[in-house]
């Protein structure tokens, strides 16, 4: 019988990288977001400092825990699992290694007197532990090699929708041009009342998921309109940062974009659509759910060291409304420069 007292815990090297990603590659709970390559991500990209864990018997895997400390003077300070991650938390081969790697970590966020420890767990695992349910959802959908069935399964009025775009003359370009991207990203994002990332996040990003990302650019009569960031893992797609220009609102841009992604990755043999987090009660859960997608709680988990309650660090907290109504008015090139300062604590 498996038990904690022969699991040793020790800091991720950069020689286990490959051996954690086979990890997470063959565990059925593994994700995108448990990838080693969130270490450089996170500290090159958004200026955090990680503490990925690896829970070993002997020489074999026995659970992985990625983290990273947050700290910001308006934010709070956290330890999370995993800042620019939907998902998160411990995947281990069993429950003692499970409560092993997460003892662990609760003793380092003591250590680190920081304000709670989250998990951002797609199912619960810490019985008794405060968790944050109603707020995020996921929205996963399996898809199949037919275009014609993949469309049918979309709800006849977002389908008709998708079949504007396709009529307006929409083009879909792949490129490595992150300057086009991220232009078009950050101008949504202001448009949101949100400040955008830094571009050095989305950098490292294309870098060290080299293999697995696309950028693909919208673009109407010669001009780009739409642009999204797309994630591969095992047999799903995640398009994870997507933004648009007014200018697509009018020619569909946005349900050609994710149409054009679900259509390709289809034939290229991804069977899982995965449209990512989205709060309730906004816009994109709106958006994704007239998809045809239902909502999946997310079930984020916290371990309370000085909060007295679970944070809420989110856009429908009612003390961050004027910000985001004033965030909207700014210059672009000011939300520009001063965005990324905030966007990195965000989470």
Not at 298 to 307: A, F, G, I, P, R
């Amino acid at each position: 019988m498996s038990s904690a007292s022969d699991i040793r815990i020790e800091p991720l090297q950069a020689t286990d990288h490959a051996q954690w990603d086979a990890f997470v590659d063959d565990h059925p709970d593994g994700t995108f977001c448990h990838l080693s390559g969130w270490q450089d991500a996170v500290t090159k990209g958004l200026g955090h400092r990680t503490h990925f864990l690896v829970a070993r018997r002997g020489h074999a895997v026995a659970a992985v825990l990625p983290l990273a400390e947050v700290r910001s003077s308006l934010f709070g300070h956290g330890l999370i699992s995993t800042p620019g991650c939907v998902y998160g938390g411990a995947l281990a081969v069993d429950d003692a290694a499970r409560q092993a790697v997460v003892s662990h970590a609760c003793a380092l966020a003591e250590q680190l007197g920081v304000g709670a420890l989250e998990l951002r767990n797609q199912h619960p695992t810490q019985s008794g532990w405060p968790t944050k349910d109603s707020l995020y959802v996921t929205f996963r959908k399996p898809i199949v090699e037919d275009d014609e069935t993949n469309l049918k399964a979309i709800p006849r009025k977002q389908r008709a929708m998708v079949r504007k775009g396709i009529k307006a003359g929409l083009e879909s370009e792949q490129t490595v041009d992150l300057d086009r991207f991220y232009a078009i990203y950050a101008e949504s994002v202001r448009n949101l009342g949100t400040p955008v990332f830094p571009r050095r996040y989305f950098e490292v990003l294309h870098r060290v998921f080299a293999d697995r990302c696309e950028l693909s650019i919208i673009r109407h009569g010669g001009t780009d309109i739409a642009g999204v960031m797309s994630f591969f893992h095992r047999d799903t797609v995640l398009p994870y940062y997507g933004g648009s220009r007014p200018a697509a609102r009018s020619l569909y841009g946005n349900d050609f974009m994710y149409w054009d992604l679900m259509s390709r990755s289809a034939a290229r043999g991804f069977r899982m659509f995965d449209y990512g987090r989205s709060k309730r009660g906004t816009g994109s859960f709106s958006f994704k759910k007239n998809w045809g997608f239902e909502p999946q709680p997310l079930h984020y988990q916290y371990h309370l060291v000085k909060s007295r309650a679970v944070p809420d660090v989110n856009p429908n907290n009612p003390k961050y409304r004027y910000f985001i109504a004033a965030w909207k008015r700014l210059p672009l090139p000011v939300a520009n420069r001063v965005g990324p300062l905030l966007a990195r604590h965000l989470g």
